[in-house]
């Protein structure tokens, strides 16, 4: 098959009739039907994605590489902001921004065994996990509903001398209050965490200007499952304006280490075996010198290939689920004595992850979602609905020194027990939107 030609003419050959498999077999689009299974969420994709993807594994480097430092960059211009670490997932992401909290270079700031951090119980567990995981105490508080993000009114009540941080989703895509979160934060010497996983391209007017969620905080992660609003199968991102955080944010993703060199380089400092570190012999080499109990985190360079073909696709991504966010509310909205409609907070542009609804007083939440899982449209709950909840808290459940609850968690009750969301993603028509609206009409007059 390759007779006569050098290796560039056959990798052009190779991807050129990958292209063509991908448009033949992958992307037909067939027409909707009614009871066709509407999922929440799906990969949407094409020949970009597939051919980067290939070319990677031609070359097979199977680490990080030329498609990770790419993706990195391309991510911060994207966004507006300075430092991206690709990761291997979303959780990932979060336990590598909380625990670039607890390095000793952060000095007093540095977040210790027994402080504590305001989060909220209606979460996704993977942004709880690890402040419980690195020793630290969670501050539960309530949510608001129709934002279904953390209540600010209750920032100050949940505030002790042991606070350090404030570690919080944007829940479906819904920016929370980040003026009063960033002040409160400000105000009280306090780290902020931006969990960004569900919401990437949302915006929140601040400081004179729209600025994207996960960038007005100190630190914040994406996740790239193929759910969400990207995807690189799996893999996340922590970005950060901070350079020192980026710094350790690096050294924890790649084992703790202390060189900077990438993957496959030596000695770009021109210090490899002059140097004294710890109590390590002098001119120990610095490859292997570790400033910090790390992990590995890393992504493969396959994984940003599909990711740097995806960014390239994001804006209109996120246009399109606006559209269809849109869509369902507007079809939706003369049931608001049945159910809560969900509601943006107010100076935010929502990139959003999911269309919530919480049924009012007298509507089963169950009987609802049962009929329409029946005709043929997946729902979600609000991830944990009360991660106090859960299993995972019998062992320390009313322990309060592994966590705390600032009054009552009634509303985050009330999303648990009458909270569902369908899907907005990109892949779906106005025919599939109009058909979900159809069903949860349905599903709300019987």
Same mark, same amino acid.
Request: negative net charge.
């Given at each position: 098959?390759?007779?006569?030609?050098?290796?560039?003419?056959?990798?052009?050959?190779?991807?050129?009739?990958?292209?063509?498999?991908?448009?033949?077999?992958?992307?037909?689009?067939?027409?909707?039907?009614?009871?066709?299974?509407?999922?929440?969420?799906?990969?949407?994709?094409?020949?970009?994605?597939?051919?980067?993807?290939?070319?990677?594994?031609?070359?097979?480097?199977?680490?990080?590489?030329?498609?990770?430092?790419?993706?990195?960059?391309?991510?911060?211009?994207?966004?507006?902001?300075?430092?991206?670490?690709?990761?291997?997932?979303?959780?990932?992401?979060?336990?590598?921004?909380?625990?670039?909290?607890?390095?000793?270079?952060?000095?007093?700031?540095?977040?210790?065994?027994?402080?504590?951090?305001? #989060?909220? &119980?209606?979460?996704?567990?993977? @942004?709880?996990?690890?402040?419980?995981? /690195?020793? $630290? %105490?969670?501050? !539960?508080? =309530?949510?608001?509903?129709?934002?279904?993000?953390?209540?600010?009114?209750?920032?100050?009540?949940?505030?002790?001398?042991? #606070?350090? &941080?404030?570690?919080?989703?944007? @829940?479906?895509?819904?920016?929370?209050? /980040?003026? $009063? %979160?960033?002040? !409160?934060? =400000?105000?009280?010497?306090?780290?902020?965490?931006?969990?960004?996983?569900?919401?990437?391209?949302?915006?929140?007017?601040?400081?004179?200007?729209?600025?994207?969620t996960g960038t007005v905080g100190d630190i914040g992660t994406s996740s790239f499952y193929p759910p969400h609003?990207?995807?690189?199968?799996?893999?996340?991102?922590?970005?950060?304006?901070?350079?020192?955080?980026?710094?350790?944010?690096?050294?924890?993703?790649?084992?703790?280490?202390?060189?900077?060199?990438?993957?496959?380089?030596?000695?770009?400092?021109?210090?490899?075996?002059?140097?004294?570190?710890?109590?390590?012999?002098?001119?120990?080499?610095?490859?292997?010198?570790?400033?910090?109990?790390?992990?590995?985190?890393?992504?493969?360079?396959?994984?940003?290939?599909?990711?740097?073909?995806?960014?390239?696709?994001?804006?209109?991504?996120?246009?399109?689920?606006?559209?269809?966010?849109?869509?369902?509310?507007?079809?939706?909205?003369?049931?608001?004595?049945?159910?809560?409609?969900?509601?943006?907070?107010?100076?935010?542009?929502?990139?959003?992850?999911?269309?919530?609804?919480?049924?009012?007083?007298?509507?089963?939440?169950?009987?609802?979602?049962?009929?329409?899982?029946?005709?043929?449209?997946?729902?979600?709950?609000?991830?944990?609905?009360?991660?106090?909840?859960?299993?995972?808290?019998?062992?320390?459940?009313?322990d309060k020194s592994a966590y705390r609850v600032v009054g009552g968690l009634e509303n985050t009750d009330t999303?648990?027990?009458?909270?569902?969301?369908?899907?907005?993603?990109?892949?779906?028509?106005?025919?599939?939107?109009?058909?979900?609206?159809?069903?949860?009409?349905?599903?709300?007059?019987?």
């Amino acid at each position: 098959m390759f007779e006569g030609m050098n290796e560039k003419q056959a990798r052009e050959y190779i991807l050129s009739a990958v292209g063509e498999y991908c448009d033949t077999y992958h992307n037909v689009q067939k027409p909707f039907s009614e009871g066709q299974r509407i999922n929440y969420a799906a990969r949407v994709y094409d020949r970009d994605e597939m051919i980067n993807l290939s070319d990677s594994a031609l070359k097979f480097w199977l680490t990080s590489g030329e498609y990770t430092d790419g993706f990195e960059k391309s991510f911060c211009g994207l966004f507006g902001v300075k430092h991206c670490a690709f990761v291997n997932s979303g959780s990932s992401a979060n336990l590598l921004a909380f625990a670039a909290l607890t390095s000793p270079l952060l000095g007093e700031r540095a977040v210790k065994k027994g402080d504590e951090v305001i #989060t909220v &119980a209606a979460a996704f567990p993977t @942004t709880v996990a690890p402040i419980i995981q /690195l020793g $630290a %105490v969670p501050v !539960f508080i =309530d949510i608001t509903v129709p934002q279904y993000n953390l209540d600010v009114s209750r920032l100050e009540a949940a505030l002790s001398e042991r #606070t350090k &941080a404030v570690f919080a989703a944007h @829940t479906l895509g819904n920016p929370f209050n /980040l003026e $009063a %979160v960033r002040d !409160f934060c =400000d105000a009280h010497g306090l780290w902020l965490v931006e969990d960004n996983c569900d919401a990437l391209g949302s915006r929140y007017f601040i400081d004179g200007g729209y600025k994207y969620t996960g960038t007005v905080g100190d630190i914040g992660t994406s996740s790239f499952y193929p759910p969400h609003h990207m995807t690189t199968g799996e893999g996340g991102a922590v970005y950060t304006n901070n350079p020192l955080l980026s710094k350790i944010i690096r050294s924890m993703r790649d084992w703790g280490r202390d060189c900077v060199c990438p993957s496959g380089c030596d000695n770009l400092c021109g210090h490899r075996f002059d140097r004294q570190y710890g109590e390590l012999p002098l001119g120990y080499d610095h490859k292997y010198v570790y400033s910090h109990f790390g992990f590995n985190l890393k992504a493969t360079d396959m994984q940003a290939a599909v990711g740097c073909a995806q960014l390239g696709k994001i804006m209109g991504f996120i246009e399109k689920r606006k559209h269809n966010f849109s869509v369902l509310y507007d079809g939706l909205k003369d049931f608001s004595d049945k159910i809560i409609m969900p509601e943006p907070c107010k100076n935010s542009d929502p990139s959003w992850f999911g269309f919530l609804i919480t049924c009012r007083e007298g509507i089963d939440r169950n009987a609802v979602v049962r009929y329409l899982e029946e005709k043929g449209v997946q729902t979600r709950m609000l991830f944990a609905g009360n991660i106090l909840r859960h299993p995972c808290f019998d062992a320390i459940r009313g322990d309060k020194s592994a966590y705390r609850v600032v009054g009552g968690l009634e509303n985050t009750d009330t999303v648990m027990n009458s909270s569902f969301w369908i899907g907005v993603y990109p892949g779906m028509t106005d025919e599939m939107t109009g058909y979900m609206i159809k069903c949860i009409k349905e599903a709300l007059k019987d």
